[in-house]
């Protein structure tokens, strides 16, 4: 990432072809046929050697026979890369892939909303994000806002087939066929000396931004005339002429910084939260388990209340507030319980075990559609992630109503798609984003058959419809609110952007 205020990087361009309809189900899409690049590897035109994986499961020998020319699906936690060996992507799994590589990682980051239009689809495509960097040398760190721009439609590799293609496609798109641009990504950033945990983007206003660094403080920022100079930065320049260059090398502005103190917080934290029903509503809960929320008005002032009560179940590990009533609030806990606070009184309203055996709960989401408010997704730090109906949570010994194991690494970020009530992205230490449709019904003849067409198969769910791999220690993810289907996640080596080949099937 630029170590200067500003700046506009260059990035590697990922190339892509479609082979199926948009239309098909997205598990043919990636189950069976897809393959992955290096998260190293910048140049498209060496992709290296694709790596013929093993697997234990049975039949497969016999398998390989039939069809020695068939692609394998890398398997996280399961087959090991030979050394020296390169993984390739299947480039047909994408409508869009750009990697975005960034001097310094970000352990969080949030999506910034524009006035561009609440559900873009044509290419090129551009989006923001605030973050907060987790730099090796301390003078390095800061909170910054962030645009990339010119996120064409990746192209295909296959000339003829792209052709077959682009009949069936619409004049728009045809058109976005011809782009060859460049991704950029530029940055508006400030340093502060110690690496941010987590950034929090309010949705009323999403210039401020707030931001909990490991010194234990919750700072909360204006970004509104640095988003400026990202979004309208003729308009900037000449507000800028008028002040007589004073806007220029300006920092954001300082809202307001939490006490180190009782009032406060006296240690760091990772659970933070805006309510997306109550303009300027933060809540912030640190490692010793002490929960606040911080009123800011319009006029400026900040109000604090404690939540906690008496007693705390363990370190905050993430906030989420409900999107249907406005003071209900839930937590996520080392120790594996989650509770459901009313912003309005002291204390755990109800508490329960998310994970078995003191296992960490790492993320959790509520679902943000109403007719699925009463959903809420938890991953784990055993790679378990579990669907709760809060209707039926009346305490500790709560039951969910869908378990999943497949992950082979901690969870890292979960969150329910914007459009699509049934959807779930998941990010895990396995290095890799997997996308769930619970709309899936499981078919066990259907199972049957793919096993003994595919025995490597055998193990993936049926509502496994996507993976995205070649990731380095993924840790947070979003969904675009104004692009459907486009997912960014952040890494050790910086922001991938993709939107899956048949996105607009799984945004239904």
């Known amino acids: 990432m630029p170590k200067r205020d500003s700046s506009t990087t260059r990035v590697s361009k990922r190339k892509s072809k479609r082979e199926r309809e948009d239309g098909e189900e997205l598990e043919n899409v990636t189950v069976e046929d897809e393959e992955f690049e290096d998260a190293y590897d910048d140049v498209i035109e060496d992709e290296g050697e694709v790596v013929d994986m093993q697997s234990d499961g049975e039949g497969m020998e016999d398998d390989e026979e039939e069809d020695p020319n068939r692609k394998r699906v890398f398997r996280p936690g399961i087959d090991e890369m030979p050394e020296g060996a390169e993984m390739t992507y299947d480039s047909s799994a994408y409508d869009m892939y750009h990697k975005l590589t960034v001097d310094w990682p970000c352990l969080s980051f949030d999506i910034i909303t524009d006035t561009h239009g609440a559900s873009r689809t044509k290419y090129p495509l551009t989006c923001y994000w605030a973050c907060g960097s987790q730099a090796a040398n301390g003078e390095e760190n800061y909170i910054g806002i962030m645009k990339s721009a010119q996120l064409c439609k990746t192209r295909f590799d296959n000339e003829e087939e792209s052709e077959a293609d682009d009949d ?10 011809e782009l060859d641009l460049d991704p950029t990504l530029e940055s508006k950033l400030t340093k502060d000396p110690l690496p941010y945990n987590r950034v929090r983007v309010m949705p009323q206003q999403p210039t401020i931004i707030a931001g909990w660094n490991e010194g234990g403080v919750v700072k909360v920022y204006d970004f509104s005339d640095h988003f400026k100079q990202l979004d309208n930065p003729a308009e900037w320049v000449r507000e800028n002429n008028e002040l007589k260059g004073a806007k220029a090398g300006a920092p954001p502005r300082l809202l307001f910084a939490t006490p180190h103190s009782k009032e406060g917080h006296t240690t760091e934290g990772f659970g933070l939260g ?37 007693a705390a179940p363990g370190s905050i590990e993430d906030i989420k507030w409900s999107a249907v009533q406005e ?25 329960w075990l998310a994970a078995q055996g003191g296992v960490d709960v790492n993320v959790l989401d509520w679902n943000p559609h109403t007719p699925s408010s009463h959903l809420v997704a938890t991953g784990s730090d055993d790679g378990s992630f579990y669907i709760w109906d809060l209707r039926k949570v009346k305490g500790a010994g709560a039951e969910p109503v869908q378990t999943y194991t497949f992950l082979n690494g901690p969870v890292t970020s979960i969150e329910w798609s914007p459009t699509n009530e049934n ?28 096993a003994a067409r595919h025995p490597e198969l055998a193990r993936f769910p049926a509502q496994l419809v996507f993976q995205h791999m070649g990731l380095k220690s993924p840790k947070e993810l979003h969904w675009h609110p104004q692009l459907p289907g486009v997912i960014v996640v952040t890494d050790e080596n910086g922001f991938d952007v993709f939107r899956p080949s048949n996105w607009k099937s799984i945004i239904r």
């Not at 959807?423 to 499981?442: H, K, P």
């Open 423 to 450: 959807l779930l992205a998941v990010a895990s230490d396995d290095n890799q984003v997997t996308l769930w449709d619970f709309s899936i019904e499981r078919d066990r003849e259907e199972e049957l058959a793919m």
């Open 327 to 351: 003071n209900v609030l839930m937590t996520a806990h080392v120790g594996g319980s989650c509770q459901v606070y009313d912003a309005r009184s002291q204390g755990a309203k109800l508490t």
């Open 168 to 177: 069936e496609e619409d004049d728009d798109d045809d058109d976005e066929e």
């Open 274 to 310: 805006w309510s997306p029903l109550k303009r300027g509503c933060l809540a912030s809960g640190d490692c010793e388990g002490h929960l606040r929320m911080w009123s800011l008005t319009e006029a400026g002032t900040v109000s604090s209340t404690s939540l906690t009560g008496k």
